[in-house]
């Protein structure tokens, strides 16, 4: 038997798909199998890939969309219980270069203490500009950083990161990892997301190294760059997020962690108001309540909502408009992405140096800790959330005051949650 089973997880992208295995077949070493989960795709990929590829790979359908972690869990817990020394993930609409393979698999070969091994993941749509290379766990902020995200490839990133995960689209495991401590495969009532953080964590607690290699490739396909139809992503980002905090964080840091949590959570919520965002809004107070319940897997469909994310105000606002000026500060890739969102809106409007604009926008980190709230400018964050009325500049007075007031209505409650789903404990497969 190889030893290494590569587990490629799809749903819907038969294309995608086709490519990613082929890529995979193309590599200059064929020490592995592969292994396709199929996560009830209606795209015909079932069908294609047993077509074009027949007895080269295994396909594994799954009667419903089980999620990342539970698609991917199909394929292994395959390889897992057929005694694979490394299991490879890729997501289907992943690239590896033909040497991605042997660089992870000869890394872990010579060095027994890392557990997980990461490719250098470049956007598929821009091959020179590097996605990710793992991620750090941010213990003070209670986020996660990705690693070289959107940076140009200029070589001067080392060559081996050391990280706290790796995304789950181009990684590989070590096996004995999995059967032999209580690490598990990846956590599948997650459903979708953070599930990967986990896992990453889960492999350091129990004491291996996580890597990324510059010399294995992939590419991988961004997300599109239009607004998504629903609240999919933003219940099961806060929800699996706010459970990852409340189960991992150390006993002595609950009390800070707590209030950072509910904070971001309120910003969140605060910002859905402020922008007349209702279905966001209700998705993320659903996913809060659902965190604090230990709710797991799949969301019930009715907090999964239309997405009514918008920029009505803003837009309205400049539809008239003839030119405008934008005071970057430090904040250069802002302001050209709002630039090219104000000349999409109004192809009219002329950009203009600042005392002939008709509307002059300063760029600030986020509006709601804008000290001057007189309007003599119109003050604008990276996510163009913006002070345009006085209505807008009451909502930035009671920011302070009114998350304050949340985090002192919810700290004992959801406090008390995470130390009930700690003394629980155990991870689930």
Known sequence: ????????????????????????????????????????????????????????????????????????????????????????????????????????????????????????????????????CGLYIDFDHYTAQTIGADQLEDGTLPDVIECDTVATCAVMVRGSVIRETNVGIMPEDNFIYWDDMEWGHRIHLAGYRVVTLAAAKALHQMGANTKRPNTFINYYMWRNRTNFFMRYTPEEKMDEMSAQVL?????????????????????????????????????????????????????????????????????????????????????????????????????????????????KEIYIDGDRNCILTEDDAEVCRNYQYSKLLFIYLNQGVFLAAARRMREEGGYHE
């Open 1 to 132: 038997m190889n030893p290494i089973g590569v587990v490629i997880c799809n749903f819907n992208k038969k294309d995608y798909v086709l490519e990613c295995v082929q890529s995979v077949l193309e590599s200059k070493v064929d020490n592995f199998d592969i292994y396709v989960v199929d996560n009830a795709s209606t795209d015909g990929s079932v069908e294609a890939l047993e077509k074009t590829y027949g007895d080269q790979i295994t396909v594994l359908a799954n009667e419903e969309n089980l999620g990342g972690s539970g698609g991917f869990n199909t394929g292994l817990r395959v390889v897992r219980d057929k005694g694979y020394e490394y299991f490879m993930c890729l997501d289907d609409d992943a690239l590896v270069d033909e040497n991605a393979i042997f660089e992870l698999f000869e890394y872990m070969e010579a060095n027994p203490d890392v557990g997980m091994a990461g490719c250098r993941v470049y956007h598929r749509q821009m091959p020179d500009y590097i996605q990710q």
């Open 263 to 375: 904070g971001a959570i309120f910003d969140s919520m605060y910002e859905s108001m402020f922008r007349e965002e209702h279905n966001v809004m209700q998705t993320i107070s659903y996913a809060y309540q659902d965190a604090l319940a230990g709710v797991r897997g799949k969301a019930e469909e009715y907090k999964i909502l239309l997405n009514d994310a918008n920029d009505d105000k803003l837009i309205a606002f400049m539809k008239e408009k003839k030119s405008f000026c934008i005071i970057p500060g430090n904040q250069e890739e802002e302001y050209i992405y709002l630039r090219n969102f104000l000349q999409s809106v109004n192809p009219d409007l002329v950009e203009m140096a600042e005392e002939e604009a008709e509307v002059v926008f300063r760029l600030c980190p986020y509006i709601f800790q804008v000290g001057d709230l007189s309007r």
